[in-house]
């Protein structure tokens, strides 16, 4: 039966079929999460990229639009990956024009990985438009919603992260 109906047992509703607060927040959870996955997905996919890429060449673009620079050291340890699939990594970015190596501006014998222009607009015109929506829903929240919200999300986030 529909979980979001009144005559159904399920995450929004109790035993006696009224409203579960703290249920409606779990599945509300549930749902954007499920929406962001299909979301990444469809992006991973429109870019021809797996999910280490992906977040691979966000950081870089988070790094460089706040004037970092990014060594493949600095990559592993962002992605918790081997050198080794960092190297494989790089090279898939390089190979596909999505990044490209340079030498570190006062160490010579290292290199930073640096995003292209093209990958720079090309994640903007596929990202754009649902960062914009979604900034459009967070502004139209008062300050004090805003203050719950974060509270909130905070909360949860130390929920999952605390040790067993």
Known sequence: MNSHSPSG???W????DRPDP???ILQALRDYKAAEVATRRSTRDSLGMGETDLL???HLLRAQAGGERVGPKDLSRVL??????TTSLIDRLVASGHVRREPHATDRRSLVIVPTVVS???VRATLGVMHSRMMAVAEE???DEAR????FLRRMSAALTEPS
């Open 141 to 143: 929240l008062s300050v």
């Open 13 to 16: 509703y109790g035993p006696d």
């Open 80 to 85: 918790g990956i081997t050198t080794a699939s």
């Open 120 to 122: 720079d607009s090309e």
């Open 56 to 58: 691979a060449l966000r």
């Open 148 to 151: 719950t919200v974060i509270n």
């Open 22 to 24: 703290p249920g409606a």
């Open 9 to 11: 047992s399920g995450y």
